[in-house]
């Protein structure tokens, strides 16, 4: 593979909005086929442990420990060469590969095997995101980047609404072995798209208003990357980074732990189809976070006009909020008013991420960008996704026998829920206090 280089029309490209928005947009599908091939197999999880004799434990490990493991160990040098490389040509490649892992898991005949694949699938997504937000933070001035990114970051929504929706229903009409076939084939139309359409931007391209010899300069200057060590010199010497990593860390365990198992919570508790279910948790988790998502990076753009501190202290007042609404949510007795506390839980619990990114790019070099989020992804999905669904799984496994299937797997996420979000909240307030001197130095 040839180092990336950046063709001469490629600033007279993105200085038209048109295709800066048309870039951001094709980029967030590719997001959204992240998501919708990582969590279809949330929706179909009580089926496959059924189908095959899986443990709460089993399910845990594979919507979340032997995913995660290799999608954020791998992340971060596959970020260090997507900027030596081309970044496009990593999110491409990498769309590829995960969508046919996805498409082979409907062949898997039993848990090692779904595990492998699972791996597959961690392996591929690890090259998508963190190539992606740095062309970005490159196309869109300071002003909007994190509401660019917070659209991208819509994607993740986006991902849940076809997952649930699509996944429940072919689950209901073809099975779990088709669905996962279904949902993984089509990445790889989109990856020749990726590959066919978007241009290597140049690096800090819109800092320069869209200047294509200030630009070119700019990355002369810094033409080699920056070290990968002196990368994470940078990082872990910037206080609002490390708290912001911790924070994200623990809202993710909560997150990905109490949405990968609220599935199986609503069949066991309430006894709805999975069809049912899927399409309410699409709107939900899919619309709801969505536009969730967006308003915050709208809103914090907004207010840290006044103070850059509100990029870390919008989500930890939003945060604050969803404790409550947990018990609220899994204490219910029916599911019309679990479903209808689960709402604000859902939308309060997505506004942390465009603004934690924005203010991640903000604190490092140029060519430091798809590293710093590979690095805050790492964190937050070694920790996030890889114990949160493990730790409830466990959980629900070890009180079963006392509780019962329903109630074992309700005390097993209300107590993650809550001591994860309680401490993620006190690292959000103590970003905000460490980011303004960290945007100074």
């Given at each position: 593979?040839?180092?990336?280089?950046?063709?001469?029309?490629?600033?007279?490209?993105?200085?038209?909005?048109?295709?800066?928005?048309?870039?951001?947009?094709?980029?967030?599908?590719?997001?959204?086929?992240?998501?919708?091939?990582?969590?279809?197999?949330?929706?179909?999880?009580?089926?496959?442990?059924?189908?095959?004799?899986?443990?709460?434990?089993?399910?845990?490990?594979?919507s979340?420990?032997?995913?995660?493991?290799?999608?954020?160990?791998?992340?971060?040098?596959?970020?260090?060469?997507?900027?030596?490389y081309?970044?496009?040509?990593?999110?491409?490649?990498?769309?590829?590969?995960?969508?046919?892992?996805?498409?082979?898991?409907?062949?898997?005949?039993?848990?090692?095997?779904?595990?492998?694949?699972?791996?597959?699938?961690?392996?591929?997504?690890?090259?998508?995101?963190?190539?992606?937000?740095?062309?970005?933070?490159?196309?869109?001035?300071?002003?909007?980047r994190?509401?660019?990114?917070?659209?991208?970051?819509?994607?993740?929504?986006?991902?849940y609404?076809?997952?649930?929706?699509?996944?429940?229903?072919?689950?209901?009409?073809?099975?779990?072995?088709?669905?996962?076939?279904?949902?993984?084939?089509?990445?790889?139309?989109?990856?020749?798209?990726?590959?066919?359409?978007?241009?290597?931007?140049?690096?800090?391209?819109?800092?320069?208003?869209?200047?294509?010899?200030?630009?070119?300069s700019?990355?002369?200057?810094?033409?080699?990357?920056?070290?990968?060590?002196?990368?994470?010199?940078?990082?872990?010497?910037?206080?609002?980074?490390?708290?912001?990593?911790?924070?994200?860390?623990?809202?993710?365990?909560?997150?990905?732990?109490?949405?990968?198992?609220?599935?199986?919570?609503?069949?066991?508790?309430?006894?709805?189809?999975?069809?049912?279910?899927g399409?309410?948790?699409?709107?939900?988790?899919?619309?709801?976070?969505?536009?969730?998502?967006?308003?915050?990076?709208?809103?914090?753009?907004?207010l840290?006009?006044?103070?850059?501190?509100?990029?870390?202290?919008?989500?930890?007042?939003a945060?604050?909020?969803?404790?409550?609404?947990?018990l609220?949510?899994?204490?219910?007795?029916?599911?019309?008013?679990?479903f209808?506390?689960?709402?604000?839980?859902?939308m309060?619990?997505?506004?942390?991420?465009?603004?934690?990114?924005?203010?991640?790019?903000?604190?490092?070099?140029?060519?430091?960008?798809?590293v710093?989020?590979?690095?805050?992804?790492?964190l937050?999905n070694?920790?996030?996704?890889?114990?949160?669904?493990?730790?409830?799984g466990?959980?629900?496994?070890?009180?079963?026998?006392?509780?019962?299937?329903?109630?074992?797997?309700?005390?097993?996420?209300?107590?993650?829920?809550?001591?994860?979000?309680?401490?993620?909240?006190?690292?959000?307030?103590?970003?905000?206090?460490?980011?303004?001197?960290?945007?100074?130095?």
């Open positions: 593979m040839k180092p990336a280089e950046t063709e001469p029309p490629t600033a007279n490209r993105y200085r038209k909005p048109g295709y800066r928005w048309y870039v951001l947009g094709l980029l967030t599908v590719v997001y959204t086929f992240n998501f919708i091939d990582r969590q279809v197999l949330v929706i179909l999880q009580e089926l496959i442990g059924e189908d095959l004799g899986l443990m709460d434990w089993q399910l845990g490990m594979l979340g420990f032997v995913f995660a493991v290799f999608y954020s160990v791998l992340g971060v040098p596959i970020a260090h060469v997507a900027e030596l081309g970044r496009k040509r990593v999110v491409s490649l990498s769309l590829a590969f995960w969508s046919l892992m996805t498409a082979l898991m409907g062949a898997a005949q039993n848990f090692v095997q779904l595990a492998l694949l699972r791996v597959g699938v961690g392996v591929g997504e690890a090259g998508g995101s963190p190539p992606s937000h740095s062309i970005i933070s490159d196309i869109f001035p300071r002003r909007r994190a509401f660019a990114l917070s659209l991208f970051s819509m994607g993740v929504y986006f991902g609404l076809v997952a649930y929706s699509a996944g429940g229903w072919a689950a209901e009409q073809l099975g779990w072995r088709a669905t996962f076939v279904v949902v993984g084939l089509p990445g790889v139309l989109i990856a020749l798209l990726v590959a066919a359409t978007v241009r290597e931007p140049i690096r800090g391209l819109a800092d320069h208003g869209y200047s294509a010899d200030a630009a070119s700019a990355a002369a200057a810094s033409a080699a990357a920056p070290r990968f060590l002196e990368t994470l010199r940078v990082l872990w010497g910037r206080r609002s980074f490390r708290h912001l990593a911790i924070a994200g860390s623990l809202q993710s365990l909560a997150g990905y732990g109490v949405g990968n198992f609220m599935p199986s919570f609503v069949i066991r508790a309430h006894d709805m189809a999975i069809g049912d279910i399409w309410r948790l699409a709107l939900i988790t899919g619309l709801g976070g969505a536009i969730a998502i967006a308003f915050s990076g709208w809103a914090t753009d907004r840290a006009v006044r103070s850059q501190t509100w990029y870390a202290r919008f989500p930890a007042i945060i604050a909020l969803t404790v409550p609404l947990a609220l949510t899994f204490l219910a007795d029916e599911p019309g008013p679990m209808l506390a689960y709402i604000p839980y859902e309060l619990g997505a506004t942390w991420l465009g603004a934690s990114l924005a203010v991640a790019h903000s604190i490092v070099d140029l060519r430091q960008r798809a710093a989020s590979a690095v805050l992804f790492f937050i070694l920790i996030g996704l890889g114990l949160g669904p493990l730790i409830i466990a959980l629900s496994d070890l009180l079963r026998p006392a509780q019962g299937d329903a109630d074992g797997l309700r005390y097993a996420i209300i107590a993650t829920a809550l001591v994860a979000k309680t401490w993620c909240v006190v690292h959000f307030v103590l970003a905000a206090r460490a980011q303004r001197r960290d945007l100074t130095t």
